[in-house]
């Protein structure tokens, strides 16, 4: 493939031969010998260098957002002979806007030998990304020539959003469960109510032995205990599809899914079980859980989950309710032009579920065609109806300070 200089010379090649030609100047003839010898022998050097490589590459497979992502490649020569001059590229969609592509230069690698390069690269998007191909580009000495090869080295790569820190947060509602099956799941401070008595299981404490009961059947019986603290949050995200307004990383997704990571890692670190909701195509429930390993299930659903849903969030809610316990805290991250949804808290307030209100000013965010904006009077209702529900509502603006936002009650 023929560069800018590459096709200046061509010309000049040609115009040089037709001067010649018609004016029979023997000066213009040399510098068309000259210029036409060029190109040939860049041409052929081009051909010579392009290299047979084999790339390997070494990377991570799970970032967090603005954490630098170290890349290595082992990259082989096939070839007996040496390559000279060749540039690697290698593709990160979810790098920094106009930074994607990684250039590498080799300027000499000989025959058959392995080299080890590296790089670093931001991870700026969340999501769940394929890095490369990667690109072999080489040229001749001159820049005449480019020969282009692409590579199908591929790795995946979840990136996960970032968080920040939540200092303080309304209490949860303090629901109950059996003691059953939430042996391994103790909460310090925990107090016990008498609940009932069963059979002895594997692992049950000597200490809750109901000697009566055990004298009477003739075999080991336990008493069961009711557990009173409890506590568990859901929390649910808007998906539909036109409702992610704003460009960038500065969208009511990104923010809702950034608040709505850091809640959930402040509320297990507290001891709370935790589930998250969002509704796309179809449902998608991370269902309740604590400790590490469902952390990761959280910050997975938090980095693949996009705005392409068909469930509006009033739809969300009402679906939601179903696997909502009693008694227990439901934090939601909506719109503030969405008076539908405010309509469908209420089925949660009937079931004694406690209301934590995540309001997204979306004029803030951006302007669409689609959205529809309220008015001042609409704006009102929406403030008295929140209101009305009893909720604890933090109010959201783009470029809010979140960690500010969520330092006091």
């Known amino acids: 493939m023929l560069t800018s200089r590459g ?45 047979d490589i084999e790339i390997e590459r070494i990377v991570q497979e799970t970032a967090f957002e603005d954490e630098m992502l170290n890349v290595k490649m082992n990259v082989r020569n096939n070839l007996s002979r040496g390559a000279w001059f060749f540039e690697i590229l290698d593709f990160f969609p979810a790098a920094q806007p106009e930074k994607e592509k990684t250039s590498l230069f080799v300027l000499d690698i000989n025959g058959k030998e392995e080299r080890n390069l590296s790089y670093a690269t931001e991870c700026y998007k969340r999501g769940v990304w394929k890095m490369g191909p990667v690109e072999v580009i080489s040229q001749d000495a001159l820049g005449f020539f480019k020969m282009k090869k692409t590579l199908n080295v591929i790795s995946d790569i979840i990136v996960y959003p970032a968080f920040f820190r939540v200092f303080a947060f309304p209490p949860l509602a303090i629901g109950s469960v059996s003691w059953m099956g939430v042996e391994t799941a103790r909460i310090s401070g925990d107090t016990h109510e008498f609940f009932g008595i069963r059979e002895y299981q594997r692992g049950d404490s000597m200490s ?55 809640i959930a890692r402040f509320l297990m670190a507290s001891g709370a079980f935790v589930q998250i909701i969002g509704y796309t195509n179809e449902s998608v429930v991370v269902p309740f859980g604590k400790g590490d390993s469902h952390m990761y299930k959280i910050l997975e659903f938090l980095a693949k989950v996009r ?66 904006y309220l008015d001042v009077e609409e704006a009102r209702r929406f403030d008295e109806a929140l209101a009305g529900l009893e909720a604890c509502v933090y109010r959201i603006s783009k470029g809010d300070d979140l960690e500010k936002k969520f330092e006091a009650v």
Do not use: C
Not at 35 to 48: G, K, Q, T, W
Not at 317 to 346: C, Q
Not at 353 to 371: A, N, R, W
């Open 208 to 262: 809750r032995i109901h000697w009566p009961s055990t004298a009477r059947h003739n075999k080991l019986i336990v008493k069961q205990f009711e557990r009173n603290t409890v506590q568990e949050a859901t929390i649910i995200l808007d998906l539909k599809k036109g409702n992610d307004i704003g460009a960038g990383r500065e969208t009511t997704l990104e923010y809702s899914v950034k608040i709505a990571g850091s």
């Open 307 to 372: 705005s392409d849903g068909v469930f509006t969030m009033s739809e969300t809610l009402d679906e939601a309710s179903f696997i909502t316990p009693y008694s227990s805290t439901l934090v939601a991250i909506i719109l503030d032009n969405d008076m539908d949804a405010l309509s469908s808290f209420v089925q949660f307030k009937v079931k004694g579920i406690k209301l934590i209100v995540v309001v997204l000013s979306i004029s803030t965010f951006g302007h669409t065609e689609e959205t529809k």
């Open 7 to 51: 096709i200046s010379l061509l010309l000049t090649v040609i115009i040089l031969l037709a001067i010649a030609w018609n004016t029979d100047i023997t000066m213009v003839y040399i510098f068309f010998v000259i210029a036409f010898v060029m190109f040939v022998m860049s041409y052929f050097h081009m051909r010579l260098s392009m290299p």
